[in-house]
C-alpha cells in the first residue's frame, strides 16, 4: 500500500509539549476545527456485581461441551460422527429457532449501561448506573450471564486485546466542524479505518493521545459512515446511523460487526473520548462474527453455545422488524475508550490504480 | 489408476516462471525454473518442478513424495515423528478426540468402505539392500518392511497424483488452530544464500529476506541498479556482506564502489522502506515495481478475476462474487482429509447445508464451468460433480455439475455475500474453517497472513 507517512513523533511531541486535562484543551489535537480519536478498547456494555447473584441468580449459562454431554451422555452407547458433532456444528452454522431441551439464562438485572435509542422508557427498558432511564440493551439480557462475555471470560480478555493488536480493527473517529470539546450544536463524525498501529506508553497497558493514523480508504471503504452530532457539556451525541466496525479475532478471519443503527455518545477531553456506541445489532450479522471470530472450541472456554444464544437473540429482539413482523435486531452498546489521534487522509489517487496491479502477478 | 507420464519438460512449459517483470518474454522464462540445492539422490528419485510447491522429489514415475510431521492439536499430537512410521494398513473407524472441542470413540463418516492410511498414502519403500544417502535414510515399518525417509520423516505418494509434478495430495500452505497434521511435499533445500528465504504464497513462491518482501524495478538493467537519491529515500538495496557469493540464481554486482547489492535472474534487489508487514506486497503498489518469485502460481483460468476485499485481494467469479476453497481432515489417528470429492461429503454437507446437499447448492454454489473449458494449467481443472452426493460424476452422468477445481477440489461461492469482495464466509465451518470449512482465496492479505 502506498505510503503517505507524516513525521508522527513531531506530531506526539507538539501534542505532548501542550497535553492537558482541561476540556478546552490547547490547540495541538483540535486543529482545522477537527480532532480524531482511535479506538483503543472495547468490550460490551454490561452490568456486573462481584458475585453475579443480582443479575445471574441461578448461575450461569451451558456451553458446548455440558450440553454436548447432556445430548450424549458417556454411557457406552456407540454414537457417529455425523449425528453428534457434525450435527451440532450444523446447528452453529444454520441455527434455528425450534425450542430445545437446554434453559437459557437470561440476566435479570434492571441496571444496564447503553443507551436510549427509541426516545421512551418501556417496561423491558433498563436504567444506566449513572441513573438514567429507557437504556435500550437487550443484548446485555442475552449475555449477560454467558461467561464468556463477562469480567474474567476469554472473551471479554481478548477482544480488547486483539482490537489493540491487530490494524485490521483499527477504528478512527473525525470530528469536524468543532468548535469547542464543550458545547457545540452541529458537529460531523466521520469512521474510517486506520492503518497504524497503537502509540502504547511505556508499560504497554495505556495507549497515548498525539499519534497518528493513516486513513484506509482502500481495503477500508465498507468502514466509513458519516454522522451528525452534537456536544453537550463535554458529550458528544450523535444521531443514529448505520455502521459497521471491523471485527478480526481468533485466527485471522476478518469478519465485522454490523450494527443496522447505531449512534456515538461519548465523553471527550483533548485527549480521548469514552463512553459507548450503542444502537441495534443486526443479528444475522453479529451471530455471523460470533462464530467466524470464536469457533466451538474458543466458545467452550466461555460456556457459550452459539445455537442456544442464537435463540435468545430473537426472542429479545427489538428493532427492524421484517415483513412478517419478526425483530432483526437487538439493542446493545460497546463500551468503548479512544485516544486522541492524528488522521493523514491519502492522495486522491490511491483508491483503485494499485487493485489492477496484481491481476497481473495473478494472471 | 495411475496414468503417469515422465514428460517433464512438457509439464515445466505450462508453469509461470518468474516474476511479473521477467515473464514478459515466454520462450526465456520457459527456462526459468527455479534452482535447488542439488542433493545427491538414490537411484530411482528425482526432483520435479510443481506448479505450486516449486521444486519436489518424486520417485521415478513421477509422483511427488510427501512426508507427515507431527503436529500438536489441542488434546494430543498427530502425525509421525522422526524415524517412526505411523501411517499403518489398519483402517480406523473412530475419532481419536486430538480436536477439541469433541471426544473421542464417535464412529468415521462411510466407516465401511473408509481407506486405511497407507491405501491413500503409499510408503515409498526401499529395497532390503538400500543404502542411505545424504539425509536420505531408510527406516523399519511396523510390518518390518523398509521405508524411504527424508530428514528422519518417512516418505509417502498420494493417489490423488495422477501426472508427475501434481501436489494435490499435500500443500505447505499455513494452517492454524486445529487444522489436521496435514501431509507437505518435500522439497530440496532452495538454492538461496543464508540472507533468503522462499515463503508460500497462494500467488507464488515469494522471495524474502529477513522475512520481508523483496522487489526488483523495470528501470534496472541486468546486474546494474538504476535507483538513484530519490529512490533510495523509498528503496533499500539488498546489501551483500564482503564475504557473500554468488548461489544459484542470485548473484552480486557492485552497485557503487565498494558497495555489493544482491540480484536475482540479474534484476537488482531492494526492500520497501518502512513496510512493516513481512511477505508484503504494498511495494508492489509502486508502478514499474514488482515481487519477486522464484515460481510463480499458474494464473487462474478466464472465469476468475481480482477482486478487492475488506482485508486485500480474492479471487473472484466474473461477478465479484469472492471465491472459497473447502478445507477438511478428519479426527481419525490417521487424520485423513475429506476435502476432496473423493472423500465423505458429510463433512462438508454439514457445513455449507445443514447436513442437506440440496441446501449446500443453494448457499455454497460450485463455480460453474464449460464442460470443455481449459485452464492452461494442472492445478486448476474442470471436474464433473455429481451435485447431491458431492461426488466425482461417472463419465457417462446426466445429471453432473461441470464445476472449476483447484488441486483437483472444487472451488465455490457464497450466495450470501452481498457485494463484490464480500468475505463473509471466510473462517465459515469448525474451528474457524481449518478443520472443516471454507476459506476464502485470498491473493494478498495486507493485514495478516491469509495469503500465505
Given at each position: 500500500m502506498k505510503k503517505y507517512l507524516a513525521p508522527a513523533v513531531a506530531l506526539a511531541a507538539t501534542l505532548a509539549a501542550g497535553s492537558?486535562?482541561?476540556?478546552?484543551?490547547?490547540?495541538a489535537a483540535l486543529q482545522n476545527r477537527t480532532i480524531a480519536y482511535v479506538l483503543s478498547s472495547e468490550y460490551y456494555a454490561l452490568y456486573q456485581t462481584k458475585d453475579a447473584k443480582a443479575e445471574c441468580p441461578t448461575g450461569f449459562n451451558d456451553g458446548p461441551r455440558e450440553q454436548f454431554k447432556m445430548l450424549?451422555?458417556?454411557?457406552?452407547t456407540k454414537r457417529t460422527v455425523v449425528d453428534t458433532q457434525l450435527a451440532r456444528e450444523a446447528e452453529v452454522w444454520f441455527p434455528t429457532l425450534k425450542p430445545e431441551a437446554f434453559p437459557f439464562k437470561e440476566a435479570q438485572s434492571k441496571i444496564a449501561p447503553g443507551a436510549?435509542?427509541?426516545?421512551k422508557v418501556g417496561p423491558n427498558d433498563f436504567t444506566s448506573?449513572?441513573?438514567?432511564?429507557?437504556?435500550?440493551?437487550?443484548l446485555y439480557r442475552a449475555?449477560?450471564?454467558?461467561?464468556?462475555?463477562?469480567?474474567?471470560g476469554e472473551l471479554w480478555i481478548i477482544t480488547t486485546k486483539w482490537r489493540q493488536q491487530h490494524n485490521f480493527n483499527r477504528t478512527i473517529i473525525e470530528l469536524t466542524d468543532v468548535d469547542s470539546l464543550v458545547n457545540d450544536d452541529d458537529v460531523t463524525v466521520t469512521t474510517y479505518r486506520g492503518l497504524d498501529k497503537l502509540m502504547a506508553g511505556a508499560t504497554g497497558a495505556e495507549f497515548l493521545p498525539g499519534g497518528s493514523q493513516r486513513v484506509d480508504?482502500?481495503?477500508?471503504?465498507?468502514?466509513i459512515y458519516k454522522f451528525h452530532g452534537k456536544i453537550v457539556n463535554g458529550e458528544l451525541i450523535t444521531e443514529q446511523g448505520e455502521l459497521v466496525l471491523p471485527e478480526m479475532a481468533a485466527f485471522e478471519d476478518p469478519s465485522v460487526l454490523p450494527y443496522r443503527s447505531a449512534m456515538f455518545k461519548l465523553k471527550l477531553t483533548p485527549e480521548k473520548a469514552e463512553g459507548v456506541i450503542a444502537g441495534y445489532f443486526d443479528i444475522e450479522g453479529w451471530y455471523r462474527q460470533l462464530n467466524q471470530g470464536w469457533a466451538t472450541h474458543h466458545q467452550s472456554y466461555g460456556q457459550e453455545s452459539a445455537p442456544s444464544l442464537y435463540r435468545a437473540l430473537y426472542r429479545l429482539a427489538d428493532a427492524f422488524p421484517d415483513k412478517t413482523g419478526k425483530n432483526t435486531a437487538i439493542s446493545g452498546a460497546l463500551d468503548v475508550k479512544f485516544t486522541q489521534v492524528f488522521v493523514q487522509h491519502p492522495p486522491q489517487?490511491?483508491?483503485?490504480?494499485?487493485?489492477?496491479k496484481l491481476i497481473q502477478v495473478a494472471h | 489408476m495411475r496414468l503417469m507420464r515422465a514428460n517433464i519438460l512438457a509439464i515445466t512449459a505450462l508453469i509461470a516462471f518468474g516474476p511479473v517483470a521477467m515473464a514478459a518474454d515466454s520462450k526465456k522464462t520457459a527456462a526459468m525454473v527455479e534452482d535447488y540445492e542439488h542433493v545427491p539422490l538414490p537411484p530411482g528419485f528425482q526432483v520435479i518442478h510443481s506448479e505450486l510447491e516449486g521444486p519436489v522429489f518424486a520417485d521415478a514415475a513421477g509422483h511427488t513424495l510427501y512426508n507427515w510431521p507431527s503436529k500438536g492439536l489441542r488434546n494430543g499430537d498427530a502425525g509421525e515423528q522422526k524415524g517412526?512410521?505411523?501411517?499403518?494398513?489398519v483402517k480406523q473407524t473412530e475419532?481419536?478426540?486430538?480436536?477439541?472441542?469433541y471426544p473421542p470413540g464417535l464412529i468415521l463418516p462411510e466407516v465401511e468402505t473408509r481407506p486405511t492410511c497407507t491405501q491413500v498414502w503409499p510408503p515409498v519403500l526401499a529395497s532390503a539392500d538400500a543404502k542411505p544417502v545424504g539425509k536420505w535414510t531408510v527406516v523399519t515399518r511396523n510390518d518390518g518392511s523398509k521405508q524411504w525417509a527424508f530428514d528422519g520423516y518417512p516418505l509417502y505418494t498420494s493417489i490423488?497424483?495422477?501426472?508427475?509434478?501434481?501436489?494435490?495430495?499435500?500443500?505447505?500452505r499455513r494452517t492454524r488452530g486445529d487444522a489436521p497434521a496435514y501431509r507437505k511435499p518435500v522439497s530440496p533445500?532452495?538454492?538461496?544464500?543464508?540472507?533468503f528465504r522462499v515463503e508460500r504464497q497462494m500467488t507464488g513462491r515469494l522471495l524474502t529476506t529477513g522475512g520481508f518482501s523483496v522487489y526488483a524495478s523495470d528501470k534496472d538493467g541486468p546486474n546494474k541498479s538504476n535507483c538513484d537519491a530519490a529512490c533510495l529515500r523509498q528503496w533499500k538495496p539488498v546489501l551483500a556482506p564482503a564475504y557473500a557469493k554468488a548461489q544459484g540464481e542470485l548473484s552480486i554486482f557492485?552497485?557503487?564502489?565498494g558497495v555489493n547489492q544482491w540480484a536475482f535472474r540479474k534484476k537488482p534487489l531492494y526492500t520497501h522502506l518502512?513496510?512493516?508487514?513481512?511477505?508484503?506486497?504494498?511495494?508492489?503498489?509502486?508502478?514499474g515495481w514488482h515481487n519477486v518469485f522464484t515460481t510463480m502460481a499458474p494464473k487462474a483460468p478466464a472465469d476468475f478475476i481480482v477482486q478487492a476485499s475488506r482485508g486485500g485481494e480474492v479471487l473472484a467469479d466474473k461477478k465479484g462474487n469472492t471465491v472459497y476453497i473447502y478445507m477438511c481432515g478428519d479426527d481419525?489417528?490417521?487424520?485423513?482429509?475429506?476435502?476432496?470429492?473423493?472423500?465423505?461429503?458429510a463433512y462438508r454437507f454439514a457445513m455449507c447445508g445443514g447436513g442437506d446437499p440440496k441446501r449446500c447448492l443453494e448457499t455454497f454454489p460450485y463455480v460453474i464451468?464449460?464442460?470443455?473449458?481449459?485452464?492452461?494449467?494442472?492445478?486448476w481443472s474442470v471436474v464433473a460433480i455429481e451435485p447431491l452426493t458431492g461426488k466425482k460424476a461417472a463419465?457417462?452422468?446426466?445429471?453432473?455439475l461441470h464445476v472449476w477445481a483447484f488441486r483437483d477440489r472444487p472451488v465455490y461461492t457464497f450466495?450470501?455475500?452481498?457485494?463484490?469482495?464480500?468475505?463473509?464466509?471466510?473462517?465459515?465451518?469448525?474451528f474457524n474453517a481449518w478443520r472443516n470449512g471454507y476459506k476464502a482465496f485470498w491473493l494478498r492479505d495486507d493485514f495478516r497472513n491469509n495469503a500465505g
Open positions: 492537558s486535562s482541561a476540556i478546552e484543551g490547547p490547540a450424549f451422555p458417556d454411557d457406552g436510549n435509542l427509541d426516545g448506573p449513572t441513573g438514567e432511564p429507557g437504556i435500550d440493551n437487550q449475555i449477560g450471564c454467558i461467561y464468556n462475555y463477562r469480567d474474567g480508504t482502500r481495503w477500508g471503504k465498507e468502514f489517487e490511491t483508491s483503485e490504480a494499485p487493485a489492477k | 517412526k512410521p505411523g501411517c499403518d494398513n475419532t481419536s478426540g486430538l480436536m477439541s472441542p490423488l497424483d495422477t501426472m508427475p509434478g501434481q501436489t494435490n495430495g499435500g500443500t505447505h533445500p532452495p538454492n538461496l544464500p543464508p540472507q557492485e552497485r557503487s564502489p518502512d513496510e512493516e508487514k513481512p511477505a508484503s506486497f504494498e511495494g508492489s503498489d509502486e508502478p481419525a489417528i490417521d487424520q485423513l482429509s475429506c476435502d476432496h470429492p473423493d472423500t465423505p461429503q464451468a464449460d464442460k470443455n473449458a481449459k485452464s492452461g494449467s494442472m492445478a463419465p457417462d452422468s446426466t445429471t453432473a450466495a450470501r455475500d452481498k457485494f463484490p469482495g464480500d468475505i463473509g464466509a471466510d473462517g465459515w465451518g469448525e
